[in-house]
């Protein structure tokens, strides 16, 4: 069982950057590949980056790359998603999902889910 938890969300003005992190407990977690997914009002969750079992390998959604990073430190079982230059359609829950294959776009094909946290950005 790994449990996840997210944090780092908040109100921001667009423009701005924010760093969100997700904490994984249980078993080793180099064991798992990583991945953020977010979820717009109305939405289907959909996938914004992920990163292999040993973060030697990323993945980032097309529309997202060049302001969105994902990282990982295995050594302190947390992951990282950089977001710079947010817009107001970044607004959305933000999930952090762990599961032992790399690295589906499909939320369905991943296990292990944290609770969300909320990005809000202003225009």
């Known amino acids: 069982q790994v449990l996840l938890v997210e944090s780092g969300g908040g109100l921001v003005q667009a423009g701005a950057s924010l760093r969100l992190s997700c904490a994984a407990s249980?078993?080793?977690?180099?064991?798992?590949?990583m991945g953020w997914f977010r979820q717009a009002p109305g939405k289907e969750r959909e996938f914004v980056a992920a990163m292999s079992r040993g973060g030697t390998t990323t993945y980032h959604t097309d529309s997202l790359k060049g302001r969105f990073t994902i990282s990982r430190d295995n050594a302190s079982n947390t992951m990282y998603l950089e977001m710079n230059s947010l817009k107001p359609e970044d607004t959305a829950v933000y999930y952090c999902?762990?599961?032992?294959?790399?690295?589906?776009?499909?939320?369905?094909?991943?296990?292990?889910w944290g609770q969300g946290t909320q990005v809000t950005v202003s225009s």
């Open positions: 999902a762990a599961d032992i294959a790399c690295c589906s776009v499909k939320a369905a094909d991943w296990w292990y």
């Open positions: 249980g078993p080793p977690y180099s064991t798992y590949a």
